[in-house]
C-alpha cells in the first residue's frame, strides 16, 4: 500500500552546469504530470510523463528541473560582442539619419550588452536528455519509497479504526438480541391492561408482531457489513493500488449503517451505530490518501 503523497531529489552533473531534479506528489483521483523545467528543457515533459506513468497510478506529480546558476554563472555573464558592435553602428547611423545627437557612455554600453547577452549555455536536450531521464528515475525511486513508507503508517491506523468498527458491529448485534419478543411481550401486557381480549396466538396480534420483527430485523444488514469488512481487509493486504476500491466499499458501509441505524429501537444500537459512522469517516479521510 502506497500513500499519494511523496518527494524525491537527486543532482546530476552536465556539461558546465549542475542540475537538481524534485519530484513531489498530492492527493488526486487520476494521475497528472506537471513539468517546470528552463525553456529549452520543455520538450522533455512527454519523456518524463511516460517515466512516471510506468510506476505510479494515481497523484498529481509535479517535476522541477532548475539548473543551479552558481555553476554557469560564468556563462550567464558572456556577452556577444560582435553583435554589440553591430548594434552600436546601427544606433549611430540611425541618429545621424534623424539628426539625433549621439553619445556614447558607459550607460549605453551596458543597456546593449543586456540586450546582446549570449542565450543560455544550457546543453542541447539531446545531448542531456539520457542523464535527465537516469535523473528522473533515481527521484521518482525515492518518492516511490517516501509513498510507502508512509502508505504503511497510513494501513496501520486505518486497520486499527477498522478494528474499532468491527467491534462496534459486535456490540450492536449483542445489544439487539431479543428484541422482537421484548415488543411482543409488552404489546400483550398494553392489550391486556386495556382489557382487550387478545392473546399470542390471535391473528392480528401476529400479523403486529411479523410486521414488528421484520422491520426490526438488522440480520442482512450485519452479514452485508461483515463481507464489506472481508473486501476491505483484502483490499488493505493487497500489494496493488486499492485506493479507488476502499473509497467505493467505504460508500457501501455508510450506506449498511445508516439502514441499521434506521432499524435500531433501542438507544444503545443507535448510539453504536452513530459511533461507527463517525469511526468511518476518519477511516474515509485516511483512504483518500492512499493510491
Known amino acids: 500500500m502506497k500513500s499519494m503523497t511523496g518527494y524525491g531529489q537527486t543532482t546530476i552533473d ?17 494521475l497528472e504530470v506537471v513539468l517546470q523545467a528552463p525553456k529549452e528543457w520543455q520538450a522533455f515533459e512527454r519523456t518524463a510523463q511516460n517515466l512516471i506513468r510506468q510506476k505510479v497510478e494515481r497523484g498529481r506529480i509535479r517535476i522541477n528541473l532548475c539548473v543551479d546558476s552558481s555553476l554557469n554563472q560564468k556563462s550567464n555573464h558572456l556577452w556577444n560582442e560582435h553583435a554589440m558592435d553591430g548594434e552600436l553602428d546601427n544606433l549611430e547611423k540611425y541618429c545621424q539619419s534623424r539628426n539625433i545627437p549621439f553619445v556614447k557612455s558607459a550607460e549605453l554600453v551596458e543597456r546593449l550588452a543586456n540586450s ?10 539531446q545531448s542531456a536528455e539520457e542523464k535527465l531521464i537516469d535523473g528522473v528515475s ?20 486505518i486497520s486499527n479504526r477498522i478494528g474499532i ?14 428484541v422482537a ?5 409488552r404489546l400483550l401486557k398494553r392489550l391486556k391492561e386495556s382489557g ?51 473509497e467505493f466499499i467505504l460508500q457501501e458501509l455508510g450506506r449498511e449503517f445508516n439502514t441499521l441505524g434506521s432499524k435500531s429501537v433501542r438507544p444503545i444500537c443507535s448510539e453504536l451505530a452513530i459511533n461507527a459512522k463517525v469511526e468511518l469517516e476518519k477511516i474515509r479521510e485516511q483512504v483518500l490518501n492512499i493510491e
Open 165 to 178: 468498527v468491527i467491534s462496534l458491529v459486535e456490540q450492536i448485534k449483542h445489544a439487539s438480541e431479543g
Open 181 to 185: 419478543e421484548e415488543w411482543k411481550n
Open 116 to 125: 546582446c547577452r549570449q542565450e543560455s549555455h544550457l546543453p542541447a536536450l
Open 138 to 157: 533515481d527521484a521518482l525511486e525515492n518518492l516511490i519509497s517516501m509513498r510507502k513508507e508512509e502508505g504503511s503508517l497510513l494501513k496501520q491506523d
Open 196 to 246: 382487550l381480549e387478545l392473546d399470542a396466538s390471535d391473528d392480528r396480534v401476529l400479523k403486529e408482531f411479523t410486521i414488528f420483527a421484520d422491520k426490526s430485523d438488522i440480520s442482512e444488514e450485519i452479514t452485508r457489513i461483515s463481507s464489506h469488512f472481508d473486501q476491505f481487509q483484502e483490499c488493505l493486504s493487497s500489494d496493488k493500488p486499492t485506493g479507488r476500491k476502499l
Open 14 to 30: 552536465l556539461a558546465d552546469c549542475q542540475a537538481s531534479i524534485e519530484i513531489s506528489s498530492v492527493n488526486k483521483k487520476g
